[in-house]
């Protein structure tokens, strides 16, 4: 430090001054960074599992909609009421089908991407099943349609229901996991910019 000690004193103020200036900017590089990457993370718990659980509950629930009208269109008779119950089916099937593709477009990891992987061609069954059975009530083969809805098509309702299970159960566990990675994130960074602050200004102090 024997050079410092034989600079002038302007030279050693500016010098003090510059010092304390990239301190400063080192802790302001420090926050940012660790904002940077807890916003990050934040941001990928919303789309990928937060989202997630909405889009998948909204689907599931236009699926119970849709099988709800499945039935009525088999016990009523009059034929306006049954084709109000058929646009309902259809348009429920379509608002589940624009759920799951958000659901889709929102996959981040394999593992969801898996289980959506499992549940898509399920869905195409169930929609197939359920066109097949709206011709058949048009078509006035009501005992048909019945045995296909009510029989025929319980081993693709009941894995549908179990994949849904699956979505949320795995979406939830999901959140629950990058909500405390999150929270040690957080809990790291504050550490970091503690210290960081304490060493700034004990080297102020000191120049």
């Known amino acids: 430090m024997r050079w410092f000690y034989n600079l002038r004193i302007a ?11 990239i301190i400063a900017g080192v802790i302001g590089i420090v926050g940012v960074v660790n904002l940077k990457s807890i916003n990050k ?41 049954r084709s109000e119950f058929i646009d309902k089916m259809n ?7 624009r759920e799951l593709k958000n659901y889709e477009d929102g996959i981040i990891d394999e593992s969801d991407r898996l289980l959506f992987s499992q549940l898509k061609p399920l869905w195409e069954d169930y929609k197939s099943i ?10 006035d083969k009501i005992e048909e349609a019945e045995k296909l809805l009510l029989e ?11 994949l849904f299970n699956k979505l949320f159960e795995y979406n939830t566990l999901a959140a629950k996991e990058k909500a405390e ?10 550490n970091i910019m503690v210290v960081v602050i304490v060493i700034g200004v004990i080297m102020a102090i000191s120049l």
């Not at 030279?11 to 200036?21: D, E, G, P, S, T």
């Not at 599992?49 to 269109?73: D, P, Y």
């Open 11 to 21: 030279a050693k103020l500016m010098c003090a001054f510059m010092i304390i200036a």
């Open 41 to 81: 993370e934040d941001t990928a718990l919303y789309q990928g599992n937060t989202l997630g659980l909405q889009n998948a509950g909204e689907a599931n629930g236009l699926f119970q909609r849709a099988r709800i009208n499945s039935v009525k269109i088999l016990i009523v008779e009059d034929e306006s009421q």
């Open 91 to 97: 348009e429920h099937i379509a608002n589940a089908e």
């Open 130 to 139: 359920i066109q097949n059975a709206i011709g058949l009530v048009k078509a």
């Open 152 to 162: 025929d098509s319980t081993p693709t309702i009941e894995a549908l229901n179990d």
């Open 181 to 190: 990675g999150n929270s040690k994130l957080a809990d790291t960074a504050i």
